[in-house]
């Protein structure tokens, strides 16, 4: 397929999980893709992996909770690449803990990196989309923007992408610029090995719990993520604006 012919494409957070797999997929389907995490280093891989299957992809060092830093990668992205017609914020963290034990650091970081990261990215990309008038904005939420014990920092940052999707589809629609989010459910991740981790299980029994309470019987996969968020991002999805789509194998 090559419904990203022609597009340049900006994935936060791609070194790893959803980030790389949604990188590659949008590389598959014909977009030279920006990758973008906080060392070049960490990001160079994904690039590499990319350009060995005969795709177009820079790796790009940058901050995204960082104003400056995101508007001169940008620009940068645009010196390279060309202006960008898609953009994924998947950058992304945790720093779990019950509420009462939280500490202020960790909710500003999380809130820093989860969610003004995707203000900051957005507002940097939707200078070009509106001059090209067209452009896809999918940013990544989560099955706990409904609410998870121990993730309140998260949880917030999650919940509030989804406000800011919706909000943003009014604002950017009349330049042809679709906003949506997609909220995933209990993905195998390296993320998710940590909060395994955290509350003392192995990753594998992490997962088979999880499994358990999913209707289909598993845990997703980051591919199975990046397929959405493809879809989103192309124009098969020309109509859909403010949505958030849940990703969850079924789960409520």
Request: hydrophobic share 45%; glycine share 10%.
């Amino acid at each position: 397929m090559s419904r990203f012919s022609g597009r340049i494409a900006v994935v936060t957070g791609a070194a790893q999980g959803i980030g790389a797999a949604t990188a590659a997929r949008l590389a598959e389907e014909g977009a030279a893709v920006a990758v973008l995490d906080l060392t070049a280093e960490r990001a160079r891989a994904t690039a590499e992996a990319i350009t060995a299957k005969g795709g177009t992809a820079r790796a790009y060092a940058c901050d995204v909770a960082d104003q400056q830093a995101v508007d001169g990668v940008f620009a940068a992205v645009a010196e390279d690449l060309g202006g960008p017609h898609i953009l994924v914020n998947n950058a992304g963290i945790t720093r779990d803990n019950l509420f009462f034990r939280m500490s202020r650091e960790d909710w500003d970081t999380v809130l820093n990196v989860n969610l003004t990261s995707v203000f900051n990215c957005s507002q940097a990309a939707q200078t070009y989309m509106v001059e090209q008038r067209y452009g896809k904005i999918v940013s990544l939420s989560s099955r706990s923007a409904l609410g998870n014990r121990g993730q309140a920092n998260y949880a917030a940052a999650k919940a509030g992408i989804q406000g800011f999707t919706a909000t943003l589809a009014i604002e950017l629609g009349p330049f042809g610029i679709n906003v949506n989010a997609v909220a995933p459910g209990y993905i195998a991740t390296s993320m998710t090995a940590a909060t395994a981790e955290r509350v003392g299980a192995s990753p594998e029994e992490h997962q088979r719990l999880a499994a358990e309470r999913t209707p289909l019987r598993r845990v997703g996969r980051p591919e199975e993520i990046a397929s959405v968020v493809a879809f989103l991002a192309s124009d098969d999805a020309s109509y859909v604006s403010g949505q958030t789509v849940y990703v969850n194998g079924g789960a409520r």
